[in-house]
């Protein structure tokens, strides 16, 4: 009796929402905070973080601003982040730790070639790029680089290659060659190596027995049905894209030409056009079908970004079909609220792009612009999986119901 009555309230136990720490935002029963050793390093490190970041529960940024005694995190907008880098101080002696062609490697340097400051970029390989072209004075600061000899340890997370490191493997290992006499960078990366361990173990007894994340299911984000007066669907149009056109290229994607969107539930629309020399470029704005009524005013890219950060509330999420939609925000750091893709989802809409049918909350829209339609196919689509999600919630409340009546019987 007294192991099953363990048994059952441990299950109720597990099915409560995790205390998270403050600090690490790990749940209490994976936080590893007082494990994070103390380490007295002489190199000032400056960690340049892309605010996505900030509060990822695996950003090991983290674990090394705790842990080294010299280090401070900037954590801001790409913009904000350039502002703020263009007049702080530094050392007559920093570099970046960013790999390139002309980046140093730091194990062949001699003392007196170590630099003493150190600038890392956190963020995916994305955002560290895109970090790198937005803020113009790390472009003109000493590169360093590593030449891992391991593949990188961090296994819960994707990284673009085998010997890509997480920024606490590639910090310790630059401070490593820059100062290898400091004690205790080893247990740095024994605590890092204890957090994946951590991790996985978790991962494999506790992730994805919900039954509702079985195969075939929509998998239906839940956001989607605890407030649909959160949720916007977006659209955008890119600049024309032309492989001939040496502004389109890697370090300078196409930004965004037109933004239109909507809240679900309420109907409050959102419409943008944003300066761009596509808009002289009749053929391919004849394919947008916009007419000059939809363009005015133009708006700068700034004036954009303010209009759509107060069009946004803090609680908002912003579905999009397609995930290059999404990029579209992401580059021009105009990505004020986590996005749902809805291609990802299980499920293959009922209604197709060139439905004419016009969702009830764009009834007042009367463009037949590209833009407002695959907006308006994206809300149709919105509705189909919230009327998914609330019937299957609705059948399973019907299940239980029944159950608890043979039950009592």
Sequence with gaps: MATSTSSSNESATDTEAPTRCHVCFRPQRLC???????????TDVLIMQHRRERAHPFNTARIVNQSLHKCEVMVAYNHELAERFATMQLSNNVGLLYPGN????LSDLRPSERPEQLVVIDGTWHHAKTLFRDIPRL???????????EPGRYRIRREPNEHALSTLEATVAALSAIEPETPGFDRLVDVFDRMIADQIGFTKSNWRQNETRRRGSANVPRVLTENINNIVVAYGEQERGNAADESMNSNNPPAPLYWNAVRMGTGEFFRCAIQSHSLSDEPFMNRLRLTPDELQPLASMDEFRNRWRTFIRPDDRVAVFHRSTAKLLEDVQADFSPSIVLKSINLNPQTRESDP???????????????LRRLAWAVRFVEELVAIKTTEVSASDIA?????QITRS
């Design 32 to 42: 590893f905070c007082e494990l994070i050793p103390k380490v007295a390093n002489q």
């Design 102 to 105: 002309d980046a140093k490697l």
């Design 139 to 149: 472009q003109t600061l000493p590169r360093y680089r590593l030449a891992p000899s």
């Design 357 to 371: 049918r016009t969702p009830a909350i764009l009834a007042d829209q009367t463009s037949d612009s590209r833009p």
């Design 400 to 404: 239980s119901r029944s159950q608890e």
